[in-house]
């Protein structure tokens, strides 16, 4: 169960090792490489809104960031079996994060908040939207009536998310995240000074030029490859889908209270 309160960081380690959020993780080692794979070949689904041309063409290079950057067995050879996320990796880009919130806070900037993953992440999202607000930051506000072929752009507790037929989609789409900032330049609405998301909601903004940070799963290699090349600010290794959502609350918790914001 998780622990309660906010962890130390060995405390957090062991959680996300014990809830599979890190360490050995349910994300198989040949899902991985076939991503990385049409990653590689410019199979649009997998670059989540950003534009990476040909500089990912080979999939070797796209499994050595995310060994560097998510900490995947770093072995070509390596096909099938369990694959892994380094649980140092995950708390570290947490760190980051968490001060990239602390500027946010600071400058009482507008944030927006966007999920692909409602049925894991839109809780964290929630949690941190709630502590920016306290904290002074606006928190971004969609336009209405927006729409992509997948659904309609909705937004629920703070957080941005695509609706599919009275459910909460998921989508690598980074078309909802287009949907709002071409919206919100029609109307003449300043764009927003950071974006907390994930999927292509955290690739596209940060290919528009807006500050994107966000988290990724180790067989989502496009928002890794968007750091490493500073269109995206900070990028978190995580299972994004574990069977509780509650397991991620002691990281949100420390998170948070890295960030100043608890």
């Known amino acids: 169960m998780p622990i309660p309160g906010t962890p130390s960081r060995a405390e957090l380690v062991d959680h996300l090792v014990r809830t599979r959020i890190a360490g050995d993780v349910a994300t198989p080692r040949e899902n991985n490489l076939s991503h990385y794979r049409k990653l590689a070949n410019a199979d649009r689904h997998y670059w989540f809104g950003l534009e990476l041309g040909d500089r990912w063409s080979d999939e070797q290079d796209v499994l050595a960031v995310m060994a560097e950057r998510a900490g995947v067995n770093d072995d070509p050879e390596y096909r099938y079996g369990q694959d892994t996320i380094d649980p140092e990796l995950t708390v570290a880009g947490l760190e980051r994060l968490a001060g990239r919130l602390r500027k946010a806070a600071d400058g009482q900037q507008r944030v927006l908040f966007a999920t692909g993953h409602p049925g894991g992440l839109l809780d964290v999202h929630r949690a941190t939207a709630a502590a920016l607000r306290a904290a002074g930051c606006e928190i971004v506000v969609i336009p209405e009536g927006l729409a992509t072929e997948e659904g309609y752009v909705m937004q629920f507790a ?9 459910t909460l989609w998921h989508t690598h789409s980074g078309e909802p995240m287009k949907a709002i900032l071409t919206a919100m330049e029609r109307e003449g609405r300043p764009l927003p000074d950071l974006v907390v998301a994930d999927h292509g909601w955290a690739g596209y903004a940060g290919q528009h030029g807006v500050d994107s ?38 990281m949100t918790a420390y998170l948070l209270a890295e960030a100043g914001l608890s």
């Open 158 to 166: 703070d957080v941005a998310v695509l609706e599919h037929g009275a």
């Open 213 to 250: 940070v966000g988290y990724a799963d180790s067989n989502d290699p496009a928002l890794f490859l968007a750091e490493a090349e500073g269109t995206v600010q900070v990028t978190v290794p995580l299972d994004d889908h574990v069977v509780s959502p509650r397991h991620y609350d002691p």
